[in-house]
Structure formats: structure tokens, C-alpha cells
């Protein structure tokens, strides 16, 4: 991917072990092996849908900061008027004000969610993609994984309703740009979503086992790197009965390490080799396969 980093980017990129994984993190890994692949197509999808409700969102934030800024003036009118004779008249420009400050905030949230709690995802205004539908299936389930954000103190997780992912605008919770977020209101209440919304990262690795999409086999659809050779090549090292599985973290770690070993080793002209975060799936899944053994052999 081509670009700037967002901010979000930066923080998780060099953190491939955190247990909170962004939703537009998720939502690349189950589009694409290559989360760089997984985040250009979904940064296309949304960037097709995103034009006319970007100018609209726009335009609403002006009109409102607008009548909240007049708001203020005829409410301090208001006050210093109260004793003299025109003070109805600025009690009207108040509530006139006010309501032209929260009317566009109104809107936003009446046409992301309707009138009442929608009991089922909404129409989408523009074309769907079966990625973000695949994903979203999973995400408006009752019993499915509950979506969070981290509270701006003491790093607490504040799960959000599933109707979150009833609305119009639904793929936009999925942006890697917080702007775009932005445009996506929280239910129930005029607050933007916040700077990132999370997945447990349990809950990523169940959703990509279960249906991640998978690209059909044929003439250059081939992987760009040799993962299950990579993997074969692992099966039966005997460095893999000394990991203590209870720390996942670690041992994630030690297999991406002897992944990356193997592809130096068997690299072809190029010397390209698959990055720490295109690993990492694979070592989650290692890792997770081995603690499943040990749980069998145990029963």
C-alpha cells in the first residue's frame, strides 16, 4: 500500500501480538493473505461510496457549527437583556439557534438509522461487496464477536450494541481514517464513533478459520510466497515441544522468527520474503493448533 500511514497504522503495525485488533485490521486479514492487498481493496470500496455523503456530512458539520455559534451569542444577549424589553425576542433567536445547531446532527443520525432502533440492517445507498458483507455477518449476530473501544481512561473495553452494523453507512466503520468513521454516528447518541473500534483478537482468529473467502486455485492465482512449504517444512522441528504455549504471545513470536528463518533461507533471486504481519496468521494458527493437540492428548 502506497501512502501515508494512518495514525492507527502506526501504532498496531509493530504490535502484530496486541489482543485488540482495529476493524478495518480485521477486515483486511479476511479479505486478503496480504494485509497490504486487504487494505487497498477495501480503501476502494469505501472511497467509491464515500463522495456524496462526505459533501452532505460536510455541509451539516458547517450549517450546525454555524447556528451553534450564533447559539452562543443570543444566549449571552439573552442574559445581559433580561431586565429590558427585548428580552422575547432573544429568547426566540435562542431556541431558533438551538435548533438549527442539533437539526443537522439529527439528520445524520435519522438517515444512518431511521427514526426508531433498527431491528435489522438497512438498505445500503450504494453497491455492496461480498468482503464486508461476509465480515458484517458475522459482526450482527447475536452470539457473534462484540465489537469495542478502549475508554480514554484506564484502557477500559466499552462494547458497542450490534446495531452499530444495522446502519446505511456500516461499511464506513471498517475505515482505516478515523475522518471516515466519523461520518458513522453512535446509536442512541449525537458523539462520533471513536478514534478505532476493536475485535478480541480470539475472535479474529475464529471468524478467519470459520469463512475467511479463499482465492480459487488456476494460472496466476498462485500465492506470491510459499507458506505451506513453510509450514510442512515446520512439522515435526523439534524446537516446537519446547514453547510454552500458555505465553501465545511468545510463542506466536518464536514461530513467526522460524517462519522468517525458513523464507531467508529458501528465498529465490529476489530475496523477497513475507513480512512479520503476513506471518503472523499463520503462526497464530500454528500456535493455536499445537495447544489444541496438547489439550486432546491431556483429556
Known amino acids: 500500500m502506497t501512502g501515508t500511514p494512518s495514525e492507527g497504522w502506526k501504532v498496531f503495525a509493530d504490535d502484530d501480538d496486541s489482543e485488540n485488533v482495529p476493524l478495518w485490521k480485521a477486515l483486511a486479514q479476511f479479505t486478503s493473505d496480504d494485509l497490504d492487498e ?20 460536510n455541509l451539516a458539520f458547517i450549517v450546525g457549527l454555524g447556528f451553534g455559534f450564533l447559539f452562543v451569542i443570543f444566549l449571552i444577549a439573552l442574559v445581559i437583556s433580561m431586565r429590558t424589553g427585548s428580552m422575547d425576542l432573544f429568547s426566540v433567536l435562542v431556541l431558533a439557534t438551538a435548533a438549527g445547531t442539533t ?17 435489522a440492517p438497512l438498505p445500503l445507498p450504494h453497491a455492496p461487496d461480498r468482503h464486508f458483507d461476509d465480515m458484517l455477518g458475522y459482526l450482527q449476530r447475536v452470539s457473534g464477536p462484540r465489537a469495542y473501544y478502549l475508554a480514554r481512561f484506564g484502557n477500559k473495553r466499552v462494547f458497542l450494541n450490534r ?33 478505532d473500534i476493536f475485535l478480541h483478537r480470539d475472535d479474529v482468529d475464529r471468524m478467519l478459520l470459520m469463512g475467511r473467502p479463499r482465492r480459487k486455485g488456476g494460472p496466476g492465482r498462485n500465492s506470491k510466497y510459499r507458506y505451506s512449504e513453510a509450514i510442512i517444512a515446520l512439522i515435526g522441528d523439534p524446537r516446537l515441544a519446547a514453547l510454552d504455549l500458555n505465553d501465545r504471545a511468545a510463542s506466536i513470536r518464536t514461530i513467526k522468527d522460524w517462519l522468517s528463518e525458513w ?6 533471486a529476489s530475496g523477497d520474503a513475507p513480512r512479520g504481519d503476513q506471518l503472523s496468521p499463520y503462526a497464530e494458527k500454528i500456535c493455536d493448533h499445537l495447544k489444541n493437540q496438547v489439550a486432546d492428548r491431556s483429556r
Do not use: C
Open 103 to 119: 437539526a443537522p446532527q439529527l439528520w445524520r443520525r435519522i438517515y444512518q438509522y431511521g427514526l426508531k432502533i433498527p431491528e
Open 38 to 57: 486487504g487494505l487497498k481493496a477495501n480503501a476502494a470500496v469505501i472511497d467509491q461510496a464515500k463522495p456524496p455523503f462526505a459533501r452532505f456530512y
Open 263 to 268: 523464507f531467508e533461507a529458501n528465498a529465490d
Open 163 to 195: 446495531r452499530i452494523f444495522f446502519g446505511r453507512l456500516r461499511y464506513f466503520v471498517f475505515s482505516e481514517h478515523s475522518a471516515d468513521r466519523a461520518v458513522v454516528m453512535r446509536l442512541r447518541t449525537l458523539r462520533a464513533l471513536p478514534a
